[in-house]
């Protein structure tokens, strides 16, 4: 066993987590995945429960761990941004104190998102308060509350204190593999074409023109795993904040068509009105319950494979939203991904695995 790559994957079920847990496997990193209800699907992982919420419990779970590097890809979703900051600041704050005395951390990773930039769901991109773009790390913070923010800001202090250096990575729309997990666009659109192909319905744009029209990108979760990694052993990328997206940019009035042909489906593009997938998807709860049943899928649950509000809040932005990977490019970060590579693969997978017919 390295005793110099001891990673801790805080979030190892979850979309990110998961397809950093495997790809640091891969790398030959000792790895241990922490989640509330961990999973035993990626081999070589090593499971720890712990809630980060719960002190005790978390010290009685990491009692024999020293890791060298910690990645945070934890979030709860709340009802307000205030108690998304407290309880947010907490699980970031809660692991780090725990790890504190053991000195054993060199470096810690922490994911967040576009929200940087974009401000948090309930001020989502609306008119008003409209961001650059393409979004860069040069912008400054937005004078609007936000649990990124606080995260940074517990990383930042716990660095100052136990003395490792950092990395932030801010992920567009992550497309990759998990199930269960709150906001995967990728596996809602597979699950809403198969409806479409199963019941004969036209596979309907949900979002706004500006989304339709637009410039767009999206992560494939492997290459935030791979920039997450990155950032962790290149010496040049540590104590920064890195945007991370594909490194190509399309429209969805080109991908949706080309989605559609895949599930062999009729699209509909914009037609002057935003047709929330959420709504929608909720009335065929049952019909996906027997589609599971025939095609001997997995989950009869759609709401363990779908994410439809998060979808909803993504593709209804009003302005097209894409991704400056200039900063990390120029220290050396040049993995990449053809964004229709990210969904057709993923969709590959999810039928291997039986998540769709
Ligand atoms: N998904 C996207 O499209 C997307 C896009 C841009 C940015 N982001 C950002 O990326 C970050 C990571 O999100 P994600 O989408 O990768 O998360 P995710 O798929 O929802 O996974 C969250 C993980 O955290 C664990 N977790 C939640 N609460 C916990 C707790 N109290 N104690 C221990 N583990 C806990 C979950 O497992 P258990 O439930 O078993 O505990 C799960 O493993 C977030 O800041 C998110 O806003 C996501």
Redesign the pocket.
């Known amino acids: 066993m390295s005793k110099d790559k001891i990673a801790l994957v ?9 397809n950093l847990a495997a790809l640091l496997i891969e790398k030959g990193w000792t790895t241990y ?7 035993n699907d990626i081999k070589g992982l090593i499971p720890v429960a ?5 002190v005790v419990s978390l010290t009685a779970a990491l009692k024999d761990i020293q890791p060298t590097h910690v990645f ?6 709340n009802d307000t941004e205030a108690e998304n900051i407290r ?2 600041s907490a ?1 970031v704050r809660n692991l780090l104190e725990v790890l504190s005395p053991r000195r054993s951390v060199r470096h810690v990773g922490l ?5 940087h930039y974009l401000g948090p769901f309930d001020a989502y991109a609306k008119a008003g308060a409209l961001p650059l773009t393409p979004v860069s790390e040069e912008h400054p913070r937005l004078p609007l509350d936000n ?2 923010y606080n ?1 940074e800001d517990e990383v930042y202090a716990a660095a100052a204190r136990d003395g490792f250096t950092w990395s932030i990575h ?6 990759g593999k ?1 199930v ?6 990728g596996s809602t659109l597979a699950v809403y074409a198969s409806i479409c192909k199963q019941e004969g319905l036209p596979f309907v744009w949900p979002g706004s023109a500006a989304q339709w029209n637009g410039i767009s990108d999206v ?1 494939d ?1 492997r290459i935030l795993a791979e920039q997450i990694i990155w950032a962790a052993t290149t010496p040049e990328a540590q104590n920064e904040a890195f945007n991370v997206a594909n490194g190509d940019v399309f429209r969805w009035s080109a991908l949706w068509g080309e989605i559609a042909a895949y599930f062999g489906v009729e699209p509909v593009g914009f037609d002057g009105a935003i047709h929330p997938l959420d709504e929608r998807l909720k009335t065929y709860d049952k019909a996906w319950e027997k589609i599971a049943k025939e095609h001997g899928l997995v989950h009869t649950d759609m709401a363990k494979v779908a994410s439809a509000w ?1 979808t909803d809040l ?1 593709l209804g932005r009003p302005i097209e939203v894409m991704t400056d990977m200039s900063k990390s490019r120029k220290l050396g970060f040049t993995a990449y991904k053809h964004t229709r590579d990210s969904f057709f693969e993923l969709f590959d997978q999810l039928r291997k695995d039986r998540i769709i017919p």
Do not use: C, E
Request: hydrophobic share 40%.
């Open positions: 805080a979030g190892a079920s979850g979309i990110s987590g998961g995945g922490l989640s509330r209800s961990p999973k712990a809630d980060l919420l719960d945070f890809t934890t979030w709860m979703r309880v947010n699980l994911v967040t998102g576009l929200k649990f990124y995260q801010r992920p567009h729309t992550i497309v998990a269960g997990n709150a906001m995967n666009m992560t979760a998060h993504d």
